[in-house]
């Protein structure tokens, strides 16, 4: 999302103390081992990779990133990698996961895109890609969501 001029204030939620002041919220949750180490050389084709939950067809700001499964999907085209890209190409698809559902939650839409990474479904290829990115119109949304929120505050 940086390319969008999008910027992230991270903490960790065991760190809060209830004081913060923030203007917008999503709390992620990753669940599984969220590292390349010790990869298997089978791929899993099917599994979803991340959620955001729905209350009342409302968008709510929790989402869990299922790093186990993104493993597994990527798991055997990752390792025949070079050893030293596991973990930087690994990071990568894991933020495209991440980055699809911060869509959700920013843009309050259930909506996929037919292309790019607001698309209901990846290949291995895609999330392994240098080059794979939010379509024209999703970043349109994404930078109005941001200029809103700079201009109200809120």
Known sequence: MSPMGLVFNWS???????????????????????DAANLTALNSRSGVLGWTYMTDGVIQPFTDIDCDSIRAFLG??????????????YGRAVGRVLAHELYHIFVKTARHSSRGVAKPYYSVQELLSRDFQFEQKEC???????SDLVTTGF
């Open 140 to 146: 349109d949304e994404l930078r109005r969501y941001w």
């Open 12 to 34: 960790l939620l065991a760190e809060n103390r209830g004081n913060g002041l923030s203007a917008r919220l999503a709390v992620v949750r990753f669940k599984g081992q969220c």
């Open 76 to 89: 055997g085209d990752l390792a025949t990698g070079p050893k030293e890209d596991h973990e930087r190409t």
